[in-house]
């Protein structure tokens, strides 16, 4: 594999993770918007509803790190081939 091909497979499957965390991100809070402003129900499945959209806030949290920790992952790539040269 040649040396330029590696950092832009790394910039590739982070630029296809931000996407991808972006998408999830604005269904995710669409869906909630939804729920919130169209839900009329009884205490106990409201209760339920709010650890689910909890649970789906965790989720979204989760994949924005990990495209954070992904992007410092290529700025060391980047740094460690720029020493290199």
Do not use: K
């Not at 839900?39 to 495209?67: K, N, Q, S, Y």
């Not at 410092?72 to 081939?81: G, H, T, V």
Request: aromatic share 4%.
């Amino acid at each position: 594999m040649n040396r330029n091909e590696e950092p832009a497979r790394s910039r590739r499957r982070l630029t296809e993770r931000l996407a991808c965390t972006l998408v999830f991100t604005v269904v995710q809070l669409w869906a909630a918007a939804v729920i919130v402003t169209q839900l009329e129900t009884t205490a106990l499945v409201a209760a339920a509803v709010a650890l689910v959209l909890a649970g789906g806030l965790v989720a979204v949290h989760d994949a924005w790190r990990g495209v954070r920790a992904n992007r410092r992952e290529l700025d060391a790539e980047i740094r460690e081939s720029l020493v290199r040269l």
